[in-house]
T-cell receptor, first 116, second 113 residues
């Protein structure tokens, strides 16, 4: 399978714990996005990378959240001191940005986080 | 990003066409109209996009009003596998940064056998 993969698919944690999610984009894609989706709502943008550079962060991304894409390939999203309000589906997407080519985003299956 | 308005839900019978409306009265000249859908327990997937002219692909057709203030996604023959939430999204292709997608609530499509 050459699509976007995310790991783990499900994570249950206790309030106050740290969690880390991983996203592996489609191999030649230079852009990687993170979104969050709560029940019954559409996904909300969190942040995105162009290669290894983090170029935009949403106001939703509080200081407890950090994302990295160290070698411009896979990315990690860490949430420190989790709160119950962090419970959501965390979606990763990737796209290829090249002049003149529309860069549709390809989404992974998501990581569902439950904070008890 | 400009806002879109969609009905919360629509029902269709299998094998019949589905017309999903989207209003975007504040669309700007450089906004493209994109549609993504999200099947149950999956991430969203791209369906189609357009600027001014109607567009067709293997999944659907996109009909864009002449004033571009509304559009309609057409699924020509709905199948049970088309049951999903469909999102209409405006995206400015001229913006150098981001290209992030701003999702609204979408339309939940139910397909009855």
């Amino acid at each position: 399978d050459t699509g976007v993969s995310q790991d783990p698919r499900h994570k249950i944690t206790k309030r106050g714990q740290n969690v880390t999610f991983r996203c592996d984009p489609i191999s030649e894609h230079n852009r990687l996005y993170w979104y969050r989706q709560t029940l019954g709502q559409g996904p909300e943008f969190l942040t995105y990378f162009q290669n290894e550079a983090q170029l935009e962060k949403s106001r939703l991304l509080s200081d407890r959240f950090s994302a990295e894409r160290p070698k411009g390939s896979f990315s990690t999203l860490e949430i420190q001191r989790t709160e119950q309000g962090d419970s959501a589906m965390y979606l990763c997407a990737s796209s290829l940005v090249r002049a003149g080519i529309y860069n549709e985003q390809f989404f992974g299956p998501g990581t569902r986080l439950t904070v008890l | 990003d400009a806002k879109t308005t969609q009905p919360n839900s629509m029902e269709s019978n299998e094998e019949e066409p589905v017309h999903l409306p989207c209003n975007h009265s504040t669309i700007s000249g450089t906004d493209y109209i994109h549609w993504y859908r999200q099947l149950p327990s999956q991430g969203p997937e791209y369906v189609i996009h357009g600027l001014t002219s109607n567009v067709n692909n293997r999944m659907a057709s996109l009909a864009i009003a002449e004033d571009r203030k509304s559009s309609t996604l057409i699924l020509h023959r709905a199948t049970l596998r088309d049951a999903a939430v469909y999102y209409c999204i405006l995206r400015d292709h001229n913006k150098a940064a981001g290209n992030k997608l701003t999702f609204g609530g979408g339309t939940r499509v139910l397909v009855k056998p």
